[in-house]
């Protein structure tokens, strides 16, 4: 690796989408000596953290995960308030889904009451009676939770590496990480030509996740798949203005999800939940899946017709999923100086709290038992069937 470059740093974070970012905001408030590393340009398309918006939510359907989901609320806050700007909106939350479906709504209320959190249940002439859009028969049910809402996606991890940078950070955009290695207590980083040494590393890699475990020797059975949502111009933009309109998950195999009109491009965003197919993050196209775009049709004609007007436009983003749909959040073993953070594809509304979790070490209120990386499923690398839980439940 040659001689390493005299430049140190308390940390060093690979990937700044938002969970490295929020490692890099959380790392520098504390006052660490932070240094970031982007393979590509900041705010880019390729990975898992671009595009406007994101669901955050409480409704989960363990308890583990809605007392983090409580957490996450609060590290956004802590980020508003350095940033200055409002980054979530809450819409109130809508689960719901056939009675009898393998996504158990009651799982999501029987987690909430545990932790304390208030929400509605509500029968099918209930839903149809608040969201006269909604054309489900009787055989429907769902709850409604007020605090769900929408993190401004882009602008948030935009607004983590602001803070983070005027907290002392040092963030290098375009400069992949080519070589890592152990060395007397530290990390040594080859990046973008240079060499840089630092005191702890935290890999937040995303899709790309093996390519910088493998400097370590080790592989996770991370499965990378091209989603992609799609924008609708709704038929009746009225009825799903904010403060009209939920968010909403149809909790069912196959799962959707949409969000209300949020902002000035006037579109409600709807898709299928894990419905791409594997790629390899370095040569996935962009193009459009046709076959998810006429499932996601399919439910809007049976199930929200006034939704689907013409389609504005359609983005595809990666999810870099575990066979448990579980997170990774822990230090690597046998380097305890290295950390993983793997958000699966429901980790944007906890990128700020997996932050700070990768920055402090262990939050209240967090129990992390879920998230280690020496659970046996991911010790086979076989277990690429990523069918151990139902679609839904981003
Ligand atoms: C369509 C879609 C919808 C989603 N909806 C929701 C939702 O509603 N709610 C929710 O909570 N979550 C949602 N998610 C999931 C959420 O967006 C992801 O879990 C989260 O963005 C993962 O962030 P990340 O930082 O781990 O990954 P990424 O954003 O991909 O960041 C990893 C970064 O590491 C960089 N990198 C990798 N290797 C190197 C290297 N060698 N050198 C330098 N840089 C490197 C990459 O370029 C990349 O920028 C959704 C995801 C998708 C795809």
């Not at 955050?56 to 700007?85: C, H």
């Not at 939920?246 to 006037?266: A, K, M, V």
């Not at 017709?305 to 749909?325: F, H, N």
């Amino acid at each position: 690796m040659g001689q390493p470059h005299p430049r140190e740093y308390d940390v060093a974070v690979l990937g700044l989408g938002v969970i490295g970012s929020a490692a890099a905001y959380w790392s520098a408030k504390r006052g660490a000596r932070v240094l970031g590393l982007e393979q590509f340009e900041l705010g880019h398309a390729r990975g898992s953290s671009h595009d406007r918006s994101r669901i955050i939510r409480l409704s989960y359907f363990t308890p583990a995960y809605v007392q983090m989901a409580k957490e996450a609320y609060r590290a956004w806050a802590s980020l508003e308030s350095d940033a200055g700007e409002q980054l979530i909106v809450k819409t109130g939350g809508l689960d719901i889904g056939p009675r009898g479906s393998p996504v158990r709504i009651s799982d999501h209320a029987r987690s909430m009451r545990a932790c304390g959190v208030a929400f509605e249940e509500l029968d099918a002439a209930e839903i149809r009676k608040r969201w006269p859009c909604w054309r489900v028969g009787d055989e429907v049910h769902g709850l409604f939770q007020a605090d769900a809402g929408i993190v401004a996606a882009e602008r948030a991890t935009d607004a983590l590496r602001r803070v983070a940078v005027g907290c002392g950070a040092t963030l290098l955009d375009r400069t992949p990480v080519t070589l890592l290695r152990a060395a007397a207590g530290e990390i040594e980083i080859e990046a973008g030509g240079h060499h840089y040494r630092a005191g702890r590393l935290i890999v937040a890699a995303g899709a790309w996740t093996n390519g910088a475990l493998a400097h370590f020797g080790r592989r996770l059975p991370i499965e990378v798949t091209k989603e992609q949502v799609i924008y609708f111009v709704p038929r009746d933009p009225a009825a799903f203005t904010l403060g009209e309109f939920p968010l909403w998950i149809w909790q069912d195999e196959p799962s959707f999800y949409g969000f209300p009109i949020f902002d000035e491009t006037r579109t409600v965003k709807i898709t299928q939940d894990s419905a791409g197919k594997a790629v390899d993050a370095q040569t996935r196209g962009f193009e459009e899946d046709a076959e998810i775009t006429a499932r996601v049709t399919g439910f809007l004609e049976r199930y929200l017709p006034a939704a689907l007007g013409p389609a504005d436009s359609v983005k595809t983003c990666l999810y870099a999923r575990t066979p448990d749909r579980d997170f990774v959040i822990d230090a690597l073993p046998g380097y305890p100086n290295v950390s993983v953070a793997i958000g699966d594809g429901h980790a944007f509304k906890f990128g700020s709290l997996i932050g700070r979790i990768l920055s402090d070490g262990a939050v209240d209120g967090c129990d992390l038992t879920a998230f280690k990386i020496t659970r046996s499923v991911l010790s086979r690398l076989d277990a690429g069937k990523h069918d151990e839980r139902p679609a839904a439940d981003r």
